[in-house]
T-cell receptor, first 116, second 113 residues
Framework: KAGVTQTPRYLIKTRGQQVTLSCSPI?????VSWYQQTPGQGLQFLFE???????NKGNFPGRFSGRQFSNSRSEMNVSTLELGDSALYLC???????????????FGPGTRLTVL | TQLLEQSPQFLSIQEGENLTVYCNSS?????LQWYRQEPGEGPVLLVT?????EVKKLKRLTFQFGDARKDSSLHITAAQPGDTGLYLC?????????????FGTGTRLQVTL
């Protein structure tokens, strides 16, 4: 079956702009988690959505937000972009509430965001 | 302070060599996962270890969970160029009914011919 897809794969924005990233989970998966990956901070959890509800949120400012639709597809938005927001944004899906030791999370290839 | 510290950060070896990567913490975990991330891709789950002292093998990769469930190691025998990538350990952190994956600092492995 098709894996997790993320669009766009690459994005270049300037400071102050906003950006929306999209994630389509594996068919049948109801949980979508978002992560930010940078060389300095590594892979950090942003938030998780399950059945259109945000179940968990990481330590990121309110400029980072997300939502999930009834078909489990998810979007994340970053407003008022800063240089430090340049990163690889990864989406992961799982059948159940994400991050359990018995329910595998499947990651997409990520969206590479560059803020100039 | 990082919950999970991995060492070494970088490793460059030749094909055929053996290597060990470590994942350490001062906390006790109910389980620990290892992922590999190749360039341009997201992390892929390799294994989940659950029991203290547990050893799991995946072809040339051997994973061990420490007896006290605070640390883990990944040993690769006769490394191949296809093993090149970023190796990440991760644990599930739970807060009430919510949970999330917390990743280690990562070990970047390069295997050359």
């Amino acid at each position: 079956k098709a894996g997790v897809t993320q669009t766009p794969r690459y994005l270049i924005k300037t400071r102050g702009q906003q950006v929306t990233l999209s994630c389509s989970p594996i068919s049948g998966h109801r949980s979508v988690s978002w992560y930010q990956q940078t060389p300095g901070q590594g892979l950090q959890f942003l938030f998780e959505y399950f059945s259109e509800t945000q179940r968990n949120k990481g330590n990121f400012p309110g400029r980072f937000s997300g939502r999930q639709f009834s078909n489990s597809r998810s979007e994340m938005n970053v407003s008022t972009l800063e240089l430090g927001d340049s990163a690889l944004y990864l989406c992961a899906s799982s059948r159940l509430a994400g991050g359990t030791s018995t329910d595998t999370q499947y990651f997409g290839p990520g969206t590479r965001l560059t803020v100039l | 302070t990082q919950l999970l510290e991995q060492s070494p950060q970088f490793l460059s070896i030749q094909e055929g060599e053996n290597l060990t990567v470590y994942c350490n913490s001062s906390s006790v975990f109910s389980s620990l996962q290892w992922y590999r991330q190749e360039p341009g891709e997201g992390p892929v789950l390799l294994v989940t270890v659950v029991t203290g002292g547990e050893v799991k093998k995946l072809k040339r990769l051997t994973f061990q969970f420490g007896d006290a469930r605070k640390d883990s190691s990944l040993h690769i025998t006769a490394a191949q160029p296809g093993d090149t990538g970023l190796y990440l350990c991760a644990v599930v952190e739970r807060t009430g009914t919510a949970s999330k994956l917390t990743f280690g600092t990562g070990t970047r492995l390069q295997v050359t011919l």
